[in-house]
Antibody
Framework: EVQLVESGGGLVQPGGSLRLSCAAS????????MDWVRQAPGKGLEWVGR??????????EYAASVKGRFTISRDDSKNSLYLQMNSLKTEDTAVYYC?????????????WGQGTMVTVSS | DIQMTQSPSTLSASVGDRVTITCRAS??????LAWYQQKPGKGPKSLIY???SLESGVPSRFSGSGSGTEFTLTISSLQPDDFATYYC?????????FGGGTKVEIK
């Protein structure tokens, strides 16, 4: 079964850091672009960023709202995606989803995880 | 950034109804538009990509159309499992952006 499972969410103070993980299974992880998308409580979806695959040099893209604070990385040997979040702000409070980019369809997502909640509060 | 505007924001309908949701882009995105369904407490589910290509396993009552700046998602005969929130997303250029969502409620 194709699956993405996020972990690492929790409560963190403003200015703090947190690292999210996404474990992939059921498909060849290394072939795919992978993304993070977030959803603030009661709000819509907001794209956070992307890492491309090895064939595309693992290059990354970020939303302006997180650029310079968040870093996306991956470990293909562990079928895992990561989101390092630094200098967290209250407005970063959201459910964070990892999502898979389908091959040949740039920018779309075909598989999503169930999400992990991040709360930034003092 | 490309702004995506969905309408309506809420839609009340009955089982068996034909439902249409509209998504407009602030500039042309060719056919690079996707649709997702989200139920409370769950991650989104992919329905359609490239404006009209149905994701594998998605019922044929779902269809998408449009190009340029205007797109529609149509559910030909609403089923109980279809009551959810629907989002459009442009996958033409970075930053990738979503519409604000359309909640389909039971009438």
């Amino acid at each position: 079964e194709v699956q993405l499972v996020e972990s690492g969410g929790g409560l963190v103070q403003p200015g703090g850091s947190l690292r999210l993980s996404c474990a992939a299974s059921g498909f060849t992880f290394s072939d795919h672009y992978m993304d993070w998308v977030r959803q603030a409580p009661g709000k819509g979806l907001e794209w956070v960023g992307r890492t491309r695959n090895k064939a595309n040099s693992y290059t990354t893209e970020y939303a302006a709202s997180v650029k310079g604070r968040f870093t996306i990385s991956r470990d293909d040997s562990k079928n895992s995606l990561y989101l390092q979040m630094n200098s967290l702000k209250t407005e970063d409070t959201a459910v964070y989803y990892c999502a898979r980019g389908p091959p040949g369809i740039p920018g779309a997502f075909d598989i999503w995880g169930q999400g992990t909640m991040v709360t930034v509060s003092s | 950034d490309i702004q995506m505007t969905q309408s309506p924001s809420t839609l009340s309908a009955s089982v068996g109804d034909r439902v249409t949701i509209t998504c407009r882009a602030s500039q042309s995105i060719s056919s690079w538009l996707a649709w997702y369904q989200q139920k409370p407490g769950k991650g989104p589910k992919s329905l359609i990509y490239k404006a009209s290509s149905l994701e594998s396993g998605v019922p044929s009552r779902f269809s998408g159309s449009g190009s340029g700046t205007e797109f529609t998602l149509t559910i030909s005969s609403l089923q109980p499992d279809d009551f959810a929130t629907y989002y459009c997303q442009q996958h033409n250029s970075y930053p990738l952006t979503f519409g604000g969502g359309t909640k389909v409620e039971i009438k």
